[in-house]
């Protein structure tokens, strides 16, 4: 099966983005580098307008078998893609460098853990995704460190960042500030947002979050507001807005009903965050100071009954939320209103990856198989295409799809795949 890109089914939004970004720096493909977890704004939002809409087993260029098993997605610095996995027991984690270009293992380290922490059945001990800006390359581990390589391989620096008590594990990502890595440290016990120097490993400041969370694991994102730069961040007991800079925090809007993994959105000025557990999604004005939920709150709707694992999504003037069990809300981004809720598997289905926005297309991924759907939001979802990778079922996706070029990558418990072919 031929690929089929965007451009070509719609033209005339094509003919749009031309006119859009002519004369400036912008380029009509993917990113050339997607150097964190969902990107460059950590939100999952791509100007990719060349990349396929509909592809099956024919359409992967190569794939690459890792060691072990990981939920970290695909990031990359030019040819040079960044993942990692872990063996089964978790005592020994894998940082992989491979070939944007074949799959082939440009290099390989691995780092030992003498007491892994405990893990929940969907967790991996290899699930938060690198860091990099082209220089280092950073992976987080839990209790087996936090650890700076450059981009040949060579150690800079190690960190430990603690021994993450619990039954659920580590899932957020590190995010590279100028100076700074910046790490969420949250488990079932004492937790922090941390920041250590990207030179040397060195603690630069550490603020406490809650005593005793039941859940985060989110990953922070980078917004630019009227008053600066502030780092955003979900929690068990709602989001929170700090100064990267120094890592004070500026304001707290609580949440319905714990459990802060999904990645909020970040549009229209407004902080977009929905729970883990079922609980309604809302919208904050992220200018406050304190506790702002009764003054910044926009507005809140109800959310239908599941959870939900994998991140919102604005795409157009919808917001989008998609449940663990497939079920598709769409929002009136500025006012919260329902406009419709639809399930995209009728019988079955299974989704905890983040879903990637491109061109007005939303491309969520099934944990089944890899199957991958590309829907267009609106009062009726509408599913332009339905696509495999010709895996099989129970080989379990739980990454982000990441695009980078003129390719989208995938990655399973053990696998990674380049489609572009």
Known sequence: MKITPYSLLFPSLLLVAVFVVSGSEYSLK?????????????????VATNLPIKWDKGSVDWKTEMKGIGQSSPVNWGDKLFVTSASED???????????????????????????????????????SC???????????GPAGIHCFDLEGKKMWSQDLGEFPGNWGVAASPVIFENLVIQNTDCTGPSALVALDKNTGKEVWNTKREDKPRGGWGTPILIDTEKGKQLV??????????????????????????????????????????????????????????????????????????????????????????SMSGVVTCY????????????????????????????????????????????????????????????DKKEIFRATLAPIGDRLYARSHTTLYSIGK
């Open 30 to 46: 993917a990113e050339d580098n997607w150097e964190r977890f969902r990107g460059p704004t950590g939100t999952g939002h791509s």
């Open 90 to 128: 978790g005592k020994a984690r894998h940082v992989y460098c491979v070939s944007a270009k074949d799959g082939k293992v440009l290099w390989e380290k691995t780092i030992k853990c003498s007491n892994p922490e405990k893990n929940h059945k969907m967790n991996s001990w290899a699930t938060p």
């Open 131 to 141: 860091a990099t800006d082209g220089e280092r390359v950073i992976a987080f581990f």
């Open 233 to 322: 961040l979900n929690g068990e007991f709602g989001v929170r807005g700090y100064d990267p800079k120094t890592g004070k925090e500026l304001w707290f809007c609580k949440a319905f009903n714990g459990r802060g993994a999904p990645v909020p959105d970040f549009a229209n000025g407004l902080v977009y965050a929905v729970n883990g557990k079922p609980g309604d999604t809302y919208a904050v004005i992220p200018d406050g100071s304190g506790d702002v939920t009764d003054s910044k709150m926009k507005w809140h709707a109800k959310r239908p009954k599941g959870r939900d694992l994998p991140s919102p999504s604005v795409v157009g003037d919808y917001l989008v939320v998609v």
């Open 332 to 391: 009136d981004a500025k006012t919260g209103e329902m406009v419709s809720s639809e399930k995209l598997i009728e019988k079955g289905g299974h989704f905890a990856a983040s879903p990637l926005e491109m061109n007005g297309l939303l491309y969520v991924q099934s944990e089944d198989g890899g199957e991958t759907f590309v829907i267009k939001p609106g009062k009726k979802l509408e599913i332009v295409s339905r696509n495999s990778l010709g895996a």
